[in-house]
């Protein structure tokens, strides 16, 4: 990535602590060893080092172009000719940029989310870099679209199981750490290195194990030095859904989340662009599963840091409410993606079901989030109007032939189309449409042959409407 002579910025994302400024410090040093490059500038914006001993705050050495352009002038020194001496340093830095005047130069902006205009700041870059020059870039934030961005999550297994072994045996407590407790560490850090770091650093303070989760409570420092200056530059709406995921620490189904923030944010804001948010911004992590569908979840440590801002949090009570709103679909493990979504949306409407005959909830407050899902979830609508049907009963038959209707414009399969044909016929039935009923009824028999009974039943029915039979006669002789 950085060696080849492609991809002029090439960007390393993820969040903090994952190990971004080391894995560059190790490319660096090994490209310091070949030719590629002539100079290699360092341009650290990192307010905060995060040392095995807790976060350190640190002044920043760059904040806009006019400090990187003075310090890149400050590091090239004499090399700097006499012509661009009489420019800006800004100006000299751009020039460098587009031209090779040293040969190629590899320059590296470490924390680039802390600098004061991050977007404008790369842009400037984005414009000015030419290759065979290349930047490379480590930020929390992915708002920056280089042509060769790359993600620095959580660690491997593997990776996680080494760094635990070896940072247990430098602080000599190996023989606390066994099997179990390897994998409890693993597991509650979702493989982040510093926090793993931090666990074991605690284990060597107190020389006992106890729950990671139960140490991590206790580090405020630590949880604000990782995730307070990422949660400021949220969006309301963004804030509103990290707040309300870190309330239910499970992996939730992104439509459902969705549908969850339009019953408070029906004006216009966009739920699916707030989730992208904390995406691009390392808070919150999106999973695929099988059927292609979107899981959310957020990790422990961002989840503990979420639980601190929602108990001082103004709009505290409606977002609890949200969170049991959720708790509704039932929790689900990274074991549980390969079921899909179908389970989830099922458990979640049967509970909505129940809530409405228990009067608990009402259904036409209800209507439009179960719609919404339906919408982008189509064997939903066969559900929803299985709830419509009992709920509204004869007052919502129309609903209930509308939502029939859009579960079949789904192309759902063979079987699922054949039941939907049946309720059609019944709700035309119990209206009377018997145009309609006969109608369901022969795309029902397209699909598989009907039984005699049912082939009894709707000739008597129709020859009971003999004004309709004798109406339509009339139209096919005119």
Not at 73 to 99: C, F, N, P, W, Y
Not at 162 to 168: F, R, S
Not at 349 to 366: C, D, I, N
């Amino acid at each position: 990535m950085v060696a080849n002579d492609r991809h002029p910025i090439v960007t390393l994302v993820g969040r903090g602590g994952t190990g971004k400024t080391s894995l560059v410090l190790a490319i660096l040093h090994e490209m310091a060893t070949t030719t590629r490059y002539q100079a290699i500038l360092w341009f650290s914006a990192r307010d905060i080092d995060l040392t095995i001993g807790g976060p350190k705050v640190v002044q920043p050495r760059v904040m806009a172009e006019k400090d990187i352009a003075a310090e890149y002038t400050s590091l090239l020194g004499d090399l700097i000719d006499e012509v661009s001496t009489s420019k800006s340093a800004v100006q000299t830095m751009a020039e460098h940029m587009r031209s090779c005047p040293m040969g190629p130069t590899l320059f590296v902006f470490d924390n680039f989310e802390t600098v004061r205009n991050p977007v404008d700041l790369f842009q400037w870059i984005d414009t000015n870099i030419r290759l065979p020059n290349k930047v490379l870039i480590t930020s929390r934030f992915r708002e920056f679209k280089a042509d060769f961005p790359i993600e620095v999550s959580g660690m491997e297994r593997e990776e996680a199981e080494n760094l635990i072994d070896q940072t247990a045996q430098k602080l000599g407590i190996s023989y606390l750490i066994h099997s179990k407790e390897r994998d409890q560490i693993i597991e509650e850090s979702n493989g982040h290195p510093y926090i793993i770091k931090i666990i074991l650093g605690e284990i060597a303070n107190t020389h006992s194990f106890r729950k990671p989760s139960s140490m991590m409570v206790r580090k405020d420092d630590i949880l604000e030095a990782l995730f307070e200056r990422t949660y400021a530059n949220l969006s309301p709406l963004a804030v509103h859904t990290f707040l309300t995921l870190s309330g239910w620490r499970s992996l939730v189904p992104q439509l459902a989340v969705e549908a969850v923030l339009l019953r408070h944010h029906a004006d216009g804001s966009d739920p699916e662009h707030a989730i992208d948010e904390l995406v691009r911004m390392s808070l919150v992590d999106r999973t695929r599963a099988p059927d292609n569908t979107s899981f959310l979840g957020v990790p422990l440590a961002a989840a503990f840091f979420g639980t601190k801002k929602l108990n001082v949090h103004p709009h505290r009570q409606l977002i609890e409410n949200d969170i049991r709103f959720l708790q509704d679909i039932g929790a689900t493990a990274p074991t549980g993606l390969k079921e899909g979504i179908a389970p989830r949306m099922e458990a979640f409407f049967k509970k909505v079901a129940k809530r409405v005959s228990e009067g608990t909830a009402s259904f036409e407050e209800m209507r439009p989030i179960l719609e919404y899902v339906a919408r982008s979830y189509h064997p939903a609508w066969l559900l929803l109007a299985q709830i419509n049907r009992e709920c509204e009963g004869m007052n919502g038959i129309e609903a209930t032939a509308g939502y029939l209707r859009s579960f079949l414009e789904g192309s759902p399969s063979t079987e699922q189309s054949e039941e939907a044909w049946q309720q059609l016929i019944a709700v035309y039935r119990s209206t009377g449409n018997v145009i309609g009923g006969c109608g369901a009824f022969l795309r029902a028999a397209e699909i598989k042959d009907p039984p005699l009974h049912q082939i009894t039943s709707m000739a008597h029915w129709l020859n009971s409407e003999r004004e309709i039979i004798d109406r339509m006669s009339v139209v096919r002789t005119r």
